[in-house]
């Protein structure tokens, strides 16, 4: 009689830890709302879920290159539209010291002036963020220019760096994501000489040809200046597309994670309104075993005597 007693301790007690565990892991679930929190958990469930996060990780490392990438075009593209404001500063300029009109002394003002805005143009070519030179292109740690200008083109390069990074999307579409400062204000022919379309050395000429009182070197700059202004137009395009180009990546990039982050989901977190049903249930269980085995507990051996 007895060993039988003790033999339906046991399975009460091993019952009860059964329902224990059952409610500690539930309600671990219910607060993480992570069903699948270890392999043990659910092994079929395993691949599936290393898979969709594996695919989650790269978009989300796409999406971050995307904003960084956007957030320089967008500083590239309002400092070629401030570039672009000087440059019709400078050919008012050069009308101005063409005609007629003008004298000696006027013409030598105007040239103090286009040395100033050659050096803001600088500044522009040096436009940085976060420590990094938009323009700098492959070495973006480096200064490109500095400002002098007794040098033939009114600046010194500081960096020799290419733009040659590719910018990525979801899909493994890549285009480049910038311009050089040199490409875009200091363009140069295989020879090392002055490209047409070069700002740099067009504003030095005009700058010259003004302070010098040369009428038809001043008519010659406004044309170079022109040209330059145009290279600067095509500058302002890229960086246009760019930021076209960024946008429609980023859509299709959250437009990947959205079903695979529910796909993930669907496997890995808790199906909370059945988990508490489950939990409910439980701790309903544990209770009903407590009191019955409470009550059985307190019955004497004259009890099952008869």
Known sequence: MFSGIRAQDGIFLSNLGDIENRISKTNQQVTSGIRVATAADDP?????????????????????????ANTE????DAALQSATTIMDQLVSIASRGITGQATANDRADLGLQVQQ?????????????????????????????????SQPSGVVSNSASSATMQLSDGNG?????????????????????????????????????????????????????????????????????????????????????????????????????????????????????LSAHASLSSKTLFDYLG
Request: proline fraction near 3%.
């Open 44 to 68: 079929s469930a395993v691949m599936p879920i290393l898979q969709y996060q594996s695919q989650i990780d790269r978009l989300t490392q796409v999406n971050t290159n995307l904003q960084q």
């Open 73 to 76: 075009a967008t500083a590239a």
């Open 117 to 149: 805005l050659q050096n803001q143009l600088v500044s522009i070519a040096n436009t940085s963020m976060s420590d990094r030179f938009v323009f700098g292109g492959d070495n973006a740690n480096v200064q490109p220019y500095t400002f002098d200008w």
């Open 173 to 289: 579409s890549s285009i480049t994501s910038g311009m050089t400062a040199a490409q875009i204000f200091d363009l140069r022919n295989p020879d090392g000489t002055a490209a047409s379309g070069n700002i740099f050395q067009a504003v030095h000429d005009l700058g010259q040809a003004l302070g010098n009182n040369d009428q038809a070197g001043i008519q010659n700059a406004l044309a170079t200046i022109k040209e330059g202004a145009a290279h600067l137009g095509q500058a302002s395009v890229f960086y246009g597309n760019v930021e076209n180009w960024i946008t429609q990546a980023t859509n299709n990039a959250n437009n990947q994670l959205s079903p695979l982050q529910q796909a993930l989901s669907a496997v890995q977190d808790v199906d909370m309104p059945a988990a508490i049903t489950q939990l409910t249930s439980d701790q309903t269980a544990l209770q009903v075993s």
